[in-house]
């Protein structure tokens, strides 16, 4: 830590350079928290740092204000060092009410900033947090830099003259809050305000207030004694090009755009609303002008059902849902592979089984994504494991699923689909084209619709096309003319070559890599989310001395060509996942390999020291 | 290309090399035979013509079809059609479905198919029974039907596929019978020309499991008592001697006898493009043996369809926006430059 007398906001106050900080913004769910962060963080991320986040919400809309279950709260880390995860511990909480204190406060390191809304601490406030005695007033908090801030009472005094009543001029608390926070981070308000304009233009009075909350805000860091200085975080040696921020949904819809137009078709969209996959749907429902067909279907069968005719019709056809609805979708599954069809399903996984935890991530459905339907039915799984990795990994599906006729599971999670971090923004004219070829009238004397190419990929014949009408179906097809056949051989003969497509896929498919050394004592081996979590804890770890090195599986059926040859090389593999022990199981079944998992659901995602404590109690 | 371009199509053209395999005698075959004949008066060519159906005897229909076709899911049939027309607004796309198919397992996406009213035709084989599964009642089998799954007697009670279809908001609604082929040729005919859903109840007999279900419609001494021809404009008369009718009287149909008082002018005149589907509901529940069972096109009116309304928004969007250019749009909102 370096410190400066002058900082970026021109205070008065003495400023310190830090590399970075985990920061949590924590109030009950009508209080804004989201939008905060989410300001937040496109604050840092325009301020050049590396970010990632953690938004975490309750499934109800609104549970009863003021309870511990209506709790939300969303967590940033910024830096100026290349990061991963949204951070362990927290240096700085924001506990806009009793209840949010309650449940974010064993997070806090010690001596970390501790900012409160005293006036949210009364009676009602206390007893719906279940406190006996103010938290404020019993010494409890004395290991902690407490800053005590009459939230409510200076949010109102800021927006006095404009004659709002009293709920409307508390809702812009959040915007205090974040105030108070760019002043202690040295952070511009110009991209707060600019939004200000942007989402309340049309209610010029809840605009102005909003901003006055928010310049009040950061004015009271820079008058307030309780907050003797502040801090200044360099921008992050981030790759030269230009940023944006991407949530994991919004860089899948994008990634979705794109492989359409890589591949010169136009999108389809057939879904059924489902947390925390909505947002994929709300976005692509955006860009009718570019030629996006979004399906609210009745349910998620109808949604799937609808998705095969599209791409049946020849379209860029995807579903997107989660457990449950994937669970749905199950039987048409089997027909898209049995068809031969190309065809996303995407699902963003959330705490199951059942309903289970909607708002809360979770990795527990890779053997469905695997086993979930009936019969021999191989079918590709890809995975993104960071927000801005949705991005390539939509594009790489869509590759492997018209390359080979198939459809293509894609699974991200609750975690990665919210959570956001800086995306590079690539050209669209650099991005490798994906062709598609669609057999003509003129190919009518030699086609068939289960004659197969080098890849046992068979013809994608659309209707309308003349000479080329055929029937598909579900009933097991005669190899190459595709007629229904009974035959017993036959059967056999299509299962083994629907299977060898699909494993086929592993020769198309990079080889996998390692970060860390070549062999050694410890190879973690992890896929989809926990990507930051296991790469902080293996750096960290090998900063160490230790010899353990990690590969992060985007693929996982069919497995990189590699994957026994590679794990071979280390003497332990540890396989952490946010499931009872899933990828584990088949890797062994698999490799033979005898891999040790680390295992929890708990509706969060790994902290960085529970696997570096588990590499380190392997290795001890 | 102008019709009369066109090759000239018959029958045969439709037909595919496959081996029908549906039982003798069959009413299926009665159905698939006159697709065949109407399919070439229609214009259009057989590439642009899709089937696609769920599972069950009735099913099968698209394999016998040389058209394109998919035999889907048990009762999912609507929702490929949809994806495909949304898609591909200019194929003609025929749903081929069962009264298990079509009401038991897939009657959530029946119902949303007709309510959407998207440029589809749906043609329900109605046998009163499943077929393909060898014999068990089905939603439409009626109160105390005798069957492998109900030994002493259904006591599921049956639906009314075109009471549902008008529950729907369905704007064309038609019925007939499989013996009964030129009049079946003409619904077909008048469904496939009709722009919106058209959801087509065809009586079918399955000589196998529910044999004669629809007798007293189709043999030659009872029909013309037990049905009645819905003709727009015209009053409803039916009998052997065309001596009877049906009338209103206060909010229920009451079927009396012409003459005796009673004028031509007194009886219910069928109105298909009644904006409001109350006459169209009240004759979907006329039943045999209360009354004759109407055949025919109970309504057939113009609704916004969803393929139209969706591809409209396309368009819009394209006028007020301009085409999408992906650049400008990864490079839209706050964005921040990393130089080296
Ligand atoms: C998911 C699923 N459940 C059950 C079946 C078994 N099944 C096939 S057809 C059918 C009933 C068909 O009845 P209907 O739609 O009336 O057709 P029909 O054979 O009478 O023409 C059933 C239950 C199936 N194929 N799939
Ligand atoms: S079982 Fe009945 S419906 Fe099925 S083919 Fe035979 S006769 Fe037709
Ligand atoms: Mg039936």
């Not at chain 1, 009472?153 to 760019?182: E, H, I, Q, S």
């Not at chain 2, 009998?239 to 206060?250: A, E, F, P």
Request: aromatic share 8%.
């Amino acid at each position: 830590m370096s410190t400066t007398t002058e900082g970026t906001s021109g205070s008065a106050k003495q400023v310190f350079t830090i590399e970075g900080a985990t920061v949590r913004l924590a109030g009950d769910s009508g209080d804004g928290m989201q939008l905060a962060g989410m300001q937040f963080t496109n604050t840092s991320a325009l301020a050049g740092n590396d970010i990632a986040t953690f938004p975490d919400y309750p499934a109800e809309i609104r549970a009863p204000r003021g309870t511990l279950a209506g709790v939300s709260g969303f967590q940033l880390h910024f830096s100026s060092d290349d990061i991963f995860t949204p951070g362990d511990k927290l240096n700085a909480l924001v506990a806009m009410n009793p209840a949010a204190l309650k449940t974010n406060l064993a997070d806090l390191e010690p001596n970390g900033i501790l900012i409160v809304n005293v006036d949210a601490f009364d009676k009602k406030g206390l007893s719906l947090a279940h406190y006996e005695k103010n938290p404020l007033e019993t010494g409890e908090l004395d290991g902690y830099n407490l800053i005590k801030v009459n939230m409510t009472t200076l949010t109102r005094g800021a927006v006095k003259d404009l004659g709002l009543n009293v709920r409307v001029a508390d809702r812009c608390r959040n915007f205090f809050a974040m105030g108070l926070l760019y002043w202690l981070y040295g952070r511009s308000t110009d991209v707060t305000l600019r939004f200000i304009d942007a989402k309340f233009g049309a209610k010029p009075d809840v605009a102005e207030a909003n901003r006055r909350t928010l310049l009040a805000g950061r004015n009271y860091g820079e008058t307030t004694e309780a907050l003797p200085s502040s801090y200044h975080i360099d921008p992050a040696k981030l790759t030269p090009g230009t940023y944006r921020n991407m949530t994991g949904n919004q860089a899948l819809a994008w990634g979705f755009m794109a492989a359409a137009e890589c591949s010169g078709k136009e999108l389809f969209l057939g879904s059924y609303p489902i947390t925390p996959a909505s947002d994929i749907l709300h976005e692509l429902s955006k860009f009718k002008n570019f030629g996006v067909r979004t399906f609210q279907a009745e349910d998620e069968i109808a949604a799937i059902t609808s998705v095969i005719g599209a791409a049946f019709g020849g379209a860029m056809a995807i579903t997107t849902s989660s457990g449950p609805g994937i669970a749905l979708k199950g039987e048409a599954m089997g027909l898209a592979m049995i068809l031969e069809l190309p065809l996303l399903i995407i699902n963003v996984q959330r705490g199951g089984p059942s309903t289970g935890l909607p708002t809360k991530t979770e990795q527990s459905d890779l053997l469905q994504a695997m086993f979930g339907r009936n019969g021999e039915c191989p079918i590709p799984i890809v995975s993104a494991c960071s927000p801005a990795d949705c991005f390539d990994t939509a594009i790489e599906a869509w590759r492997i699923a018209v390359r080979f006729m198939t459809p293509v599971v894609v699974l991200s999670d609750g975690y990665i689909a919210n959570g956001a971090e800086p995306w590079r923004i690539p050209d669209i004219d650099d991005l490798p084209k994906i062709k598609i070829t669609h057999p003509t009238g003129d190919d009518a004397d030699t086609f068939h619709p289960y004659s197969r190419d080098e890849h046992l990929a068979r013809p994608w014949a659309i209707p309308g096309t003349p000479g080329l009408m055929h029937r598909i179906g579900g009933l097991e097809k005669q190899d190459i003319t595709g007629d229904v056949c009974y035959d017993p051989d036959n059967h056999q003969h299509m299962t083994d070559l629907r299977a060898k497509k699909v494993a086929n896929i592993a020769d198309d498919i990079p080889l996998q890599d390692v970060n860390g050394p070549e062999k050694g004592d410890l190879l973690v081996l992890g896929w989809g989310g926990t990507f930051g979590a296991c790469t902080t804890a293996v750096e960290r770890c090998r900063a160490e001395g230790l010899s353990v090195a990690h590969a992060h599986l985007r693929y996982l059926n069919p497995f990189p060509a590699n994957l026994a040859e590679l794990m071979g090389r280390y003497k332990k593999v540890l396989i952490p996942e946010l499931n009872m022990g899933q990828l584990r199981f088949l890797i062994r079944a698999t490799f033979l390999v005898d891999a040790a998992g680390l295992n929890k659901v708990k509706g969060k995602p790994f902290a960085v020291s529970e696997i570096a404590d588990e590499i380190k109690r392997l290795l001890a | 290309m102008s019709i009369e371009s066109l090759p000239i199509l018959t029958s045969a053209d439709f037909a595919s090399d496959q081996d029908i395999r549906w039982c003798p005698g069959c009413g299926d075959y009665s159905i698939l035979a006159q697709m065949k004949k109407v399919l070439p008066t229609l214009g259009i060519p057989r590439e642009k013509t899709v089937f696609i159906s769920g599972i069950g005897c009735s099913s099968r229909f698209p394999y016998y079809m040389n058209t394109y076709g998919m035999h889907s899911i048990h009762g999912r049939a609507p929702g490929f059609a949809t994806g495909l027309k949304i898609t591909n607004p200019d194929l003609s796309v025929w749903v081929i479905t069962g009264d298990g198919d079509g009401l038991s397992i897939g009657g959530n996406h029946l119902m949303h198919a007709i309510r959407r009213n998207l440029d589809l035709n749906i043609i329900l084989f109605n046998n009163r029974i499943y077929g393909l599964t060898k014999g068990q009642y089905s939603p439409t089998s009626p109160l105390g039907k005798i069957t492998k799954s109900s030994p002493m007697g259904s006591i599921d009670n049956p639906l009314h596929p075109l009471s549902i279809a008008i529950g729907c908001e369905g704007a064309f609604v038609a019925r007939s019978i499989d013996m009964n082929i030129k009049h079946l040729g003409q619904m077909l005919k008048r469904a496939a020309e009709h722009r919106g859903t058209s959801f087509v109840e065809v009586y079918q007999n399955c000589n196998v499991f529910n044999d004669g279900a629809y007798s007293w419609a189709t043999d030659r001494e009872s029909k013309a008592d037990a049905t009645i021809i819905l003709e727009h404009g015209k009053p409803l008369i039916f009998g052997k001697d065309r001596n009877k009718g049906i009338r209103l009287n206060g909010m229920e149909p009451e079927v009396v006898e012409l003459g005796k008082g009673v004028t031509e002018d007194d009886l219910l005149f069928h109105d298909e493009k009644s904006p409001e589907p109350s006459l169209a509901y009240l004759l979907s529940r006329m039943r045999h043996p209360e009354f004759p069972e109407p055949i025919g096109v109970f309504r057939a009116v113009d609704h916004p369809r969803y393929d139209d309304e969706l591809n409209r928004q396309v368009e819009i969007a394209r006028e007020k926006q301009g085409q999408g250019d992906l650049n400008k749009l990864f490079h839209s909102g706050e964005t921040w430059s990393v130089s080296s």
